[in-house]
């Protein structure tokens, strides 16, 4: 062996050096030789198979694609990606928005990570990578290898539709399926972890190569933030609650501050505060009455023994219901009605409106044992609230928006589990079970000297105060150029419903909000809403957007996200000059550049 006196670098291992070249015979030490190339030139245009690889097959390229709303289909496709890159496999993640869609009839191998958004859709990002796969354009795809992992939440009547038709589409233009699709629930990790192994152990199979040895920086494992999260949230004090609907208001809503200090949380604007709730004693006497029980029967759940009234009150979900809710019920207690009910989209979708688990009790009486009920009822699912306050501005507290949910059903008042458990049934002194839920895309922009456009009728408006608050916290540090910051806010009444409008109005003062509109809907016999006010200043938000404002629409999703687009789409049209095909394309544009952004529900 010669000695290595002329190594490129000073500290060369000279006894691990001498360890490998007797240790290994000729051909291991070439291929050695080649695997080390291959790893300092991984990232290299051309990436250097490792001598024995040279002689087969050139493995093939995977493509991870995902399609995200709030960045848990990236997570995944990141996780998934950093364990194939792992095996040695040349693989590369790409968001849909960003992907050339044509590329797919050459790719070999792509897997899909999307989420299905407001019911059934695919997520902003990927609607026109959607469009386009479903469109008479798309090639056939015989050559492609793909497999598909979907995220979504079962309490959704679609649940996770556009992984469902990703799936089915690819496989009807010709595409294998190399792995069954995944359909994972909101505790999507473990679902996905899975999917993410058996694509892996897949691969080789299908590529008809060996993977080449290439690892990349970039692909490393997001760090899950450790510490309290949906499965083990933290108990956070409330500090504050006050009503902010005047008498006499329809409206009822709430700002709630809670106490994070010691917790370790953080968050940035944009993001969503996660809440456990526990449901009303009230409830819970009504399905114990329907269910026939007296809730001191003894159940078992998570391997411990406790009492039925408690198990209902703490962990199941009882003010509203889902297909798997109804469908087992159905099974289980024979009711021939609701079976009918469960295959009949239009029928179940009519059924589960306003209905809880005590109407689903009265009107097909229970044969269930309480153990039976309880496994069939779904554990509470955490609800979401979109954060209203700046760290900066309020260190170790996190403020919330809320509208508690009441409406008649039949005869009587019904109650939303986690709005009124926020409205009635916690107070100052009381804490509330809480965990972060990062939005990673409904963001102020990276650029501060970027305008806003904000538009946040009800509490559509919580993510704005915290946009506000943040950016005003940068005007206070003395930050170079400051973005220009617009709010449209709407509501029914001036003199009730115009929500945080002294903040709103100091903010006037300042600067930190540089306009303000709003449309109160009931103080005129017409109806104005926040999209007639954009309407009205339609040339100077297209002044604004063309020198790069990015726009946010937050709050309902069934009628104003719609009205809210639409007034954009004429705005365009209109202050362009050149009509609605060119603002459909614009609009497209600013989705996929992420400068119109939603946060709907
Ligand atoms: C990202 C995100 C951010 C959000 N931010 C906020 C926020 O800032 N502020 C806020 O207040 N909410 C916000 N929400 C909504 C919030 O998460 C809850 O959905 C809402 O508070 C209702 O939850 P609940 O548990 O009180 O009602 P649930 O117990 O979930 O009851 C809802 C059910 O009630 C029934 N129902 C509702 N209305 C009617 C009606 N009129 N007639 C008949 N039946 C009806 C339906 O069956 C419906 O499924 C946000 C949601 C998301 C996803
Ligand atoms: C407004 C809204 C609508 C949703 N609609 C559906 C739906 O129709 N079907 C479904 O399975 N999941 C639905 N979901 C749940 C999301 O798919 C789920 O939260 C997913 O984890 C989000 O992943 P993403 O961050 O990658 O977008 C919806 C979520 C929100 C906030």
Redesign the pocket.
Known sequence: MTKIATAPIGRFDEALLKKLSSEHSAEQQLWLSGFLYGLATAGQPEAVLAPTQQAQVQAPKVQLLYGSQ?GNSKKVAQKAAALIGEQGWDVTVTDLADYAAKNLKTAQIALFVVSTQGEGTPPTAAESFYEWLHSARAPKLPDLQFAVCSLGDS?YLKFCQTGKDFDARLEALGANRMAPRVDCDLEYEEAADQWAATVVSRLKTVAGAQPVAVLKEQLSTPAYVAGFNRKNPYHAPVLEKVRLNGRGSAKE?YHIELGLEGSGLVYEPGD?LGIL?QNSDRLVEQVLAAAKFSGTEQVEFDGKATNLASLLKTQK?L??LNRNVLEQYAEQSGHENLKAITTDHERLKKY????NAGDLLREFPSTLTPQQLTDTLRNIAP????I?SSLAAHPDEVH??????R???GRTT????????LADRIEVGDSAQVFI?R?EYFKLPADDSADIIMVGPG??V??FRAFVEERNELRDSGSAKQGRNWLFFGNPNFTTDFLYQREWLQYLKTGALDRLDVAFSRDQPEKIYVQHRLLEKGRQLFERIENGAYCYV?GDKNRMAADVQQAFLQIIARESGKGEAFAAEYLSNLKKQRRYLE?V?
């Open positions: 709030t309490s809503t969503s709730a979900e003010s509203v589960l409106w306003g209905r609800r979401l609230y979109s209203a919330l928006t809320v509208s508690a949910l409406y008649e059903f019904r109650e939303g589990l986690a709005s009124t458990f839920e939005n509490t559509g919580a993510p937050c946060d529900y």
